[in-house]
């Protein structure tokens, strides 16, 4: 599964709840994943903002016509 967008880290988190919650893994496994899983996300969420300042950014300082 590719984890490149929040939407992704988010479907991937649901589906370790789900086999959590099944049984069918260990809840300290889903756990530590869960918790690698979180800080990936907020990765993705800085970098994103990141890229979107830097528009916001040349934007401003790009000449009007």
Sequence with gaps: MR???IDDVK???ARL???GKAGLREVGDVSRL???LALLGRLIEGSELERR????????HAPIH
Aim: charged share 25%.
């Design 3 to 5: 984890l490149n967008t």
């Design 11 to 13: 479907a991937e988190m």
């Design 17 to 19: 709840y789900r086999e």
């Design 34 to 36: 869960a918790n690698v």
């Design 53 to 60: 300042l830097q528009v916001l950014e040349e934007q401003t």
